[in-house]
């Protein structure tokens, strides 16, 4: 029986299958309300544990996006990013150099925890169903002392893929995809976002770089813009199609120690949660998905073309 004591609770690993599971008892309290003020909102009622990190608002003289502690952490490296000081800010209506100034600190952060960390994930909960406790507009990364079986499974099966040959995994499945044409959603100077071929929930979208890196933290500012651009796209459309639906948006990058392998790529994983999870999901951990990749990405891109035919 392998477990871990860390930050706030314990790791434990499933002595058959090697999967790891938190248990963290502390998280059972943390506010799940609105009321009160804020403590994200500048101002009177602002608190938070000492800033980690800030982006500046040149025009404001205050910040445009800023990192704190998790005050009910997950593990030693657990942190917040406050993605706006904007109560009521969200992606699908930010300004270009809005979004790009949150993907620019989730590529900041993830550089300072990843120290270490043997992965440190970078994650969006937008929406109670999503799991989110907390209105005002924010993302979170945490460094993790092991790698899950997710992360384990997708090194290994990548570098089998890759081996003995120039191409990675993720440039055949763009290439199917662009080839194909049914499942993009929409296709820019850096980027591609479509529906994957085999969803694990109703209109999950992927957003995939046109030129592959393992390690999301050094994508260069001209291709996060474009990235940033593509996100702030995709999320207007699903709010549009499925009226401020709730989601995960997960990036995928190396873990640490892998950020220079040629056959990882990163992308960013969004995942609308309009359903439950039940039994034969939880049995099988196969999931039932109740739109095709094909539609989604019809749906998506009628509701983008529209909005930015020209
Ligand atoms: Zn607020």
Redo the contacts with the bound molecule.
């Keep these: 029986m392998t477990k871990q004591r860390w930050h706030g609770g314990e790791l434990r690993q499933d002595p058959l299958s090697g999967d790891w599971t938190v248990l963290a008892p502390g998280r059972a309290g943390r506010p799940h309300g609105t009321e009160g003020l804020?403590?994200?909102?500048p101002g009177p009622g602002e608190d938070t544990p000492p800033e980690t990190w800030r982006l500046h608002d040149p025009d404001r003289d205050g910040w445009r996006v800023r990192s704190v502690p998790n005050r009910h952490p997950l593990s030693d490296r657990h942190e917040v990013i406050i993605e706006s000081p904007?109560?009521d800010w969200d992606f699908r209506t930010a300004t270009d150099t809005e979004a790009e100034a949150v993907l620019r600190a989730w590529q900041w952060r993830h550089l300072a925890l990843r120290k270490n960390s043997a992965q440190v994930v970078i994650f969006r909960n937008h929406g109670a169903q999503a799991g989110c406790s907390?209105?005002?507009p924010h993302s979170q990364l945490v460094g993790l002392p092991v790698l899950s079986t997710s992360a384990r499974r997708g090194l290994e099966l990548s570098r089998d893929y890759h081996r003995g040959g120039e191409r990675r995994y993720s440039d055949d499945q763009l290439d199917i995809a662009l080839e194909m044409g049914t499942r993009v959603v929409l296709v820019s100077p850096h980027c591609v976002a479509l529906a994957p071929f085999a969803p694990v929930t109703a209109f999950e979208t992927h957003i995939v770089p046109r030129i592959a890196r393992a390690d999301f933290a050094v994508v260069p500012g001209t291709e996060l813009a474009d990235v940033a651009r593509a996100l702030r796209r995709v999320l207007h459309a699903l709010d549009e199609e499925l009226g401020d639906p709730a989601y995960n948006l997960v990036v995928e990058t190396a873990p640490t120690g892998w950020e220079q392998a040629a056959f990882l790529s990163w992308s960013i994983r969004i995942l609308p949660r309009l359903e439950i999870a039940a039994g034969l999901e939880l049995a099988t951990g196969i999931p039932v998905v109740t739109t095709t990749p094909e539609h989604v990405a019809s749906v998506l891109r009628d509701r983008i073309s529209v909005r930015h035919r020209a």
């Design positions: 804020c403590p994200f909102c904007r109560h907390r209105p005002h």
